[in-house]
């Protein structure tokens, strides 16, 4: 506050006023307000209401009491005084200094510091909010995801059920269309979770050893059947002397260049796509790859291309083609996080250019022996095998049992929590259990690790354990292999893959 | 003679003192922050329910950064009652409310003193009260000087209680 010194300097107007205890202004003179004898002090300002409620205890220490910085107000005029009441026989004698200048010039100093303050709790406050809008988003992104991928895990299986049913043409056209864009809107869900992913800063990127030249090998098998289908060509060169092999975010690496080569479908409708691979340099273990995608589509206008990255944007032109807009959005930030360039070129009617340069490692020592998806087969020696499903949606029960029934070589008992599976599993003997992660009781994790740990007869203790969910966070699997399940399936998943598992599993346990 | 009674408006600087003060008196509310320096006294008169009037002397003070103690003892003098007001969204204003009000008690134990939540809406009401009765800050009322929810109410029933 105010240096009484600094105060002093100012040297001030003084208006000094007698009144009586009646509150009878007796004697007073004008220099500050037009007051006069015979007034009633009330009338002249609320504050002197204070003179009623002054009792002699308060002048017991002091003879006087002192009032800073009061605002009076006298119509429009305002003055900041300090005021001093003195009691004095049968009268008490305010004195009132006009300090107006000196404190509005504290005043300014005033607001500055604590304008200052305020916006710095203001930001802080704001940016506590978009944090939490920002967790909130997230949290109902993986929620929802949880919550779509359950009907589309039905949707899907039980398309491909019906596929396996007789069908007339029109039926089978009917199956296939709800099975492509039920497998669209899947794509899409992942878009958006990828979406989350990168802007929430969770995105993980892997470094794995890879078969490349077949992840290029499924683009070229992939997008010549797409071509075939457009009547449009497809060409795909591979410089040779790329490895075999790389280490890198092979799912990553196959989003970008799948985002990328379904646009350029997407957009073509007459001519040609070229995909071309070709080495930048190569430095001990390290080497840069050029990804070229060239197309002879409709083409962007040059004051699109800035704008192109961007979340959400379409362009007038794409709005009859399908699509959210998220996907070049997310290639550009998966590039940018693969430390990576990304460049287009573009002319309208004529076709664009992507140009994707990416690094990537390789193994100098190892050999590179291909990988290919090993092939199982059921141990012969029994018929039947008994499986264990623990699910509390009927609807996915009802899939499963259709999948695994119809192949003719399981029996399927259901258990709807994973309390219930831990009774079933002491009373009868299974050859795997499907256990989804978020059942009620005990949870999937749960109920596996009290499987693993607390069973002595080993026909409890090893049964090969595929957990599946919807919710595909990218460590999901592996809190399954830690709570000693043996794979996990992320819903919605393909009746070819599920049914891979399932025999993988019970082979691999025969042959141990 | 008329009845007249001195309620002094108590907080950190920023929390809204000088608006519930505004919006109680003239029924307006400004956007702008301006730091009160000092105090500035209004009156306003009230019927009360059973016919008679009471002339509320306002004290709108300047808002301490700490402990109300930073408050000149002077402006409380002669006091029937105390509004502590803090600021919803600044837990800042209020962290020190509990020995505030025990040095109120100790210092003027005849003066009813209230505690007043405002800035209720730039916050979910249901999740504040709950955060606070978590904190254990006792609190009479939760108010919007901008949007003058519970303003009045709380104002009309002081009124009653310091005129008992």
New interface residues.
Partial sequence: MEDPKDKLQFNPQIQVTKVSYQGIIEETDTTLFKWSKGMLIYDT???F??L????DS?FIDKKE???????LEEGKLER?CDLTIKPNGQQITIFLYDYTDK?KE??QI??QK??S??LA?ELE?RNKYLLEKEEFKNSFIANINHEIRTPLTSILGFVQVLEKTPLTFEQEELARIIKRESRHLNSLIDDMIDIAKIESGTLKIVQERFAFRDLIAGFDETYSKAAKEKEISFETYVESNIQEYLIGDRTRVYQILNNILNNAFKFTEEGRIKFTISKNYQRTNKLSLTFKIEDTGMGILEENIPYLFERFTRFDHDKQISGTGLGLAIVKNLVDLLNGEIKVISEPDKGTTFCVKLPFKFEITKTTIGRKKKKYTLPPNKKKFRILLVEDEEITQYLIMKILISQGTYFVDIAINGEQAINYIEKRQYDLILMDLTVSKIDGYKASQMIRNNYGDKFISEIPIIGFSGKTDHNARDKCIRSGMDDFIAKPFEQEELLYKIIKQIAKKAAD | MKLSKKVVLLGHFGVGKTSLFRRFIDNEFSEEYKVTLGVQIKKKVIQLPDGRELSMIIWDTEGHSNTVEDTRKSYLLGSHAFIYVFDLTREDTYKNLNSDLDYLKNNYNKVVTKVIGNKLDLVNENEASKRLEEQRIPFDCLTSAKTNENVQDFFTDLAVEITK
């Fill in positions: 300002h609320p504050f209401e204070v009623r409620t002054l009792e308060h009491l002192n009032f800073p910085c009061i605002h900041i404190y504290v005043n005033a607001q604590n304008e303050i305020l709790k406050l």
